[in-house]
């Protein structure tokens, strides 16, 4: 069975200073990870994607996330934040083949302070 | 259409009553998912259509729950006999074919009272 667990349900920071959102996950084959980003009355959004091939993966907004089998981790990074970037991030698995369904962590809410 | 649209945005039900949510996806896309998202939880998968076939209904919690796509399109979502604990944002998502990103609604907010 796969599972997604995020490590801290809110994180602040202050506008400038380095994100980091924890992301760990369990596999029993290579996974396909995934960051997707849900701002306040809209749907989820694709931030970037892990699928066996480089293990830093950038994504839009100036975000990237690094995949380390050794420590079984997905973190997502920012170098600075902006105010724009408040938002709720959510960490999935999903198992190639299949259905393709994805399977979310609880999420980390993202608060930036001027 | 440009997104995936779901209809109703929100729904207020009584106990007991049945509700109907609808999912239009992009078109063209061939996949398509429904997710149920408790508050404060992640999305938790309910089932899968590919075209008009359901491939995956093991997300579905009960038999109270129902979906279908009779021409590969447009999806229902179907709560019978609703319960206050149903109560979540149901969430759609479709993508072109397997493999492919999949693009979310915006959702539907079902409450139960």
């Known amino acids: 069975a796969q599972s997604v667990t995020q490590l801290g349900s809110h994180v602040s920071v202050s506008e400038g200073a380095l994100v980091l959102l924890r992301c760990n996950y369990s596999?029993?084959?290579?996974?396909?990870l995934f960051w997707y980003v849900q701002y306040p009355n809209q749907g989820l959004q694709l931030l970037l994607k892990y699928t066996s091939a480089a293990t830093l993966v950038k994504g839009i907004n100036g975000f990237e996330a690094e995949f380390k089998k050794s420590e079984t981790s997905f973190h997502l990074t920012k170098p600075s934040a902006h105010m724009s970037d408040a938002a709720e991030y959510f960490c999935a698995v999903r198992s190639p083949g299949g259905t393709d369904k994805l399977i979310f962590g609880t999420g980390t809410r993202l608060q930036v302070f001027p | 259409g440009a997104g995936v649209s779901q209809s109703p945005r929100y729904k207020v039900t009584k106990r007991g009553q049945d509700v109907a949510l609808r999912c239009d996806p992009i078109s063209g896309h061939v996949s398509l998912y429904w997710y149920r998202q408790a508050l404060g939880q992640g999305p938790e998968f309910l089932t899968y259509f590919n075209y008009e076939a359901q491939q995956d209904k093991s997300g579905l919690p009960n038999d109270r729950f129902s979906a279908e796509r009779p021409e590969g399109s447009i999806s229902t979502l179907t709560i019978q006999r609703t319960e206050q604990r149903d109560s979540a944002m149901y969430r759609c998502?479709?993508?072109?074919?397997?493999?492919?990103?999949?693009?979310f609604g915006q959702g539907t907010r079902l409450t139960v009272v």
């Open positions: 596999s029993s084959v290579p996974p396909y």
């Open positions: 998502a479709s993508s072109l074919e397997l493999n492919t990103e999949a693009f």
